[in-house]
């Protein structure tokens, strides 16, 4: 069985070659046989295509890089390098040395064992910031609450997955791919191996809180319908609310009582115009992400591949 790495790179020059040899000391040690590794460079700001270029040299057989134009977004890079895929089965992992390539040998007897389509690497424990566990966890759940496709909490892109996987995953066309979504929206069996993630110990993440948020929002609004439905819902109440008051107004006037309250007045006409706005703003990010989906531009663009 022959094997693939796609390993998506954003200003990751400090990590590459010591990636690079870790991967090739486990399959050394598992007597694997190596495709390709394959590193996309996502439009790095630092030496990182520099870094790739250094190594396709000095293993030409083993290494294609291929650099996107600027910034696609990790995602795409990931889509990117399937595409260049051949091999039986592709491990996908980052480039950022916290997801160990160690636990490949144990990756691929889970998935003879189990006869999976997909192993799935999920984390028991994580040296991370408080902040970015407290904000991984909400997503995972979060995202299970509104998606009509469950994803196994806890679980990021690392991953391998088999040919009939990463075939279909290369034919999707959407423009904001979300591949956690996509692999068990397939149906294919896909097994979990436990494992420790370390400490990012060289260079920054590039998973801000903005851009975390961004990316739980593509992921919630590309497999589920539900917040438009929440939204429905949500008028569907307020109208009530608003038929309730207007009796109320109408009895309190026929009484003869006077109507107190201007400040409690004020503060319910807010509410419902910020509840207006926020459902407008639902309904502007599927609408934006029908029009893009309709200009059917490339997901990425790729400037330059070194390969042998």
């Excluded at 509410?271 to 893009?292: T, V």
Aim: with cysteine; net charge positive.
């Amino acid at each position: 069985m022959d094997i693939s790495v796609v390993v998506p790179c954003y200003n990751e020059e400090d990590n590459i070659a010591e990636l690079y040899q870790r991967l090739i000391n486990t399959f050394n040690k598992n007597k694997l046989d190596l495709d390709k590794i394959i590193l996309i460079d996502d439009g790095s700001s630092d030496n990182t295509w520099k870094k790739i270029g250094q190594l396709q040299q000095l293993n030409k057989k083993e290494i294609l890089g291929i650099k996107f134009s600027r910034n696609f977004g990790h995602q795409n890079a990931v889509m990117a390098g399937l595409n260049y895929c051949k091999s039986d089965f592709v491990l996908i992992i980052d480039a950022d040395l916290q997801d160990p390539p160690e636990i490949l040998g144990e990756m691929i007897l889970e998935m003879k064992k189990n006869k999976a389509n997909a192993v799935y690497a999920k984390r028991i424990s994580r040296q991370d910031t408080k902040f970015k566990k407290i904000t991984a966890s909400f997503f995972y759940r979060f995202f299970n609450k509104f998606s009509l496709t469950k994803i196994p909490v806890d679980v990021g892109d690392f991953r391998l997955i088999d040919k009939k996987i990463y075939n279909h995953l290369i034919n999707f066309s959407e423009q904001n791919p979300f591949i956690r979504g996509l692999v068990p929206w397939t149906g294919f069996k896909q097994v979990p191996v436990n494992y420790h993630r370390n400490h990012r110990s060289k260079g920054k993440t590039g998973y801000g809180f903005f851009k975390m948020l961004n990316f739980t929002i593509d992921g919630i609004l590309s497999f589920s319908n539900l917040p438009i439905r929440l939204a429905y819902i949500t008028s569907i109440i307020s109208i009530f609310l608003l038929i309730v008051l207007i009796f109320y107004v109408l009895l309190a006037y026929f009484k003869g009582n006077t109507i107190p309250g201007w400040t409690s007045l004020t503060v319910i006409i807010l509410f419902f115009n910020s509840l207006n706005f926020f459902i407008l703003a639902l309904l502007g990010e599927y609408i934006g992400r029908i029009f893009n989906e309709t200009k059917k531009r490339p997901r990425y663009i790729v400037s330059e591949v070194l390969e042998n």
